[in-house]
């Protein structure tokens, strides 16, 4: 059971490239989420899902778009980089919490580091 | 929108003592999630212990508590007979649950980072 599984773990970019970072669970997990994680910031959300075709905007979306095509993947595209999204990128999957014995919280995958020079 | 404030940005306690981390959280919604997620060096994200907001009780994972004060909006996690392996960032994280059973995106505080010295 690979879980939460992230790729790539580092990238460099250019600004104004074009990039999709890869977000796949093997646990079919209904809801995923991608987070940004920027030094002294915390976590913060950028968009989730709460199941195929469906995704809504979280605190920092701009500039990131998402889709959500099968249950098992939910990646994250940058259409344009700029230096301001230089972080540490983190996606997450969560079963529904109607489900089990209680609800588990979210999984985490192990991040990508993406720098933007 | 909810926030969430964790006030300590650092502790450091010696080994097999005790530690309590602060977090208070703002929201008008009633039924919701509280997560404590700890971060070691790896990067990796590692659910520490949850609370659903509809019990009293305060959850507890072995060497982890929680004192859950609804009325307070306050969410402490308590660390007992510390281990060197507990050094990490410490983050909060509220979630807000829906009657349906879905789940959206979690809110996080900023993180306080604990140091356990040998």
């Known amino acids: 059971n690979a879980g939460v599984t992230q790729t790539p773990k580092f990238q460099v970019l250019k600004t104004g490239q074009s990039m999709t970072l890869q977000c796949a669970q093997d646990m079919n997990h209904e809801y995923m989420s991608w987070y940004r994680q920027d030094p002294g910031m915390g976590l913060r959300l950028i968009h989730y899902?709460?199941?195929?075709?469906?995704?809504d905007q979280g605190e920092v979306p701009n500039g990131y778009n998402v889709s959500r095509s099968t249950t098992e993947d939910f990646p994250l595209r940058l259409l344009s980089a700029a230096p301001s999204q230089t972080s540490v990128y983190f996606c997450?999957?969560?079963?529904?919490?109607?489900?089990?014995?209680?609800?588990?919280?979210?999984?985490f995958g192990s991040g990508t580091r993406l720098t933007v020079v | 929108a909810q926030t969430v404030t964790q006030s300590q940005p650092e502790m450091s306690v010696q080994e097999a003592e005790t530690v309590t981390l602060s977090c208070t959280y703002d929201t008008s919604e009633n039924n919701y999630y509280l997560f404590w997620y700890k971060q070691p060096p790896s990067r990796q994200m590692i659910l520490v212990i949850r609370?659903?907001?509809?019990?009293?009780q305060n959850a507890t994972e072995n060497r982890f508590s929680v004192n859950f004060q609804k009325a307070a909006k306050s969410f402490s996690l308590k660390i007992s007979d510390s281990q060197l392996g507990d050094t990490a960032m410490y983050f909060c994280a509220f979630m807000k649950r829906y009657s349906g059973g879905g789940a959206d995106g979690l809110t996080f505080g900023k993180g306080t980072h604990l140091i356990i010295q040998p």
């Open positions: 997450a999957s969560s079963s529904n919490s109607r489900q089990g014995a209680g609800y588990y919280g979210y999984t």
């Open positions: 899902s709460v199941g195929a075709g469906i995704t």
């Open positions: 609370q659903e907001a509809y019990k009293q």
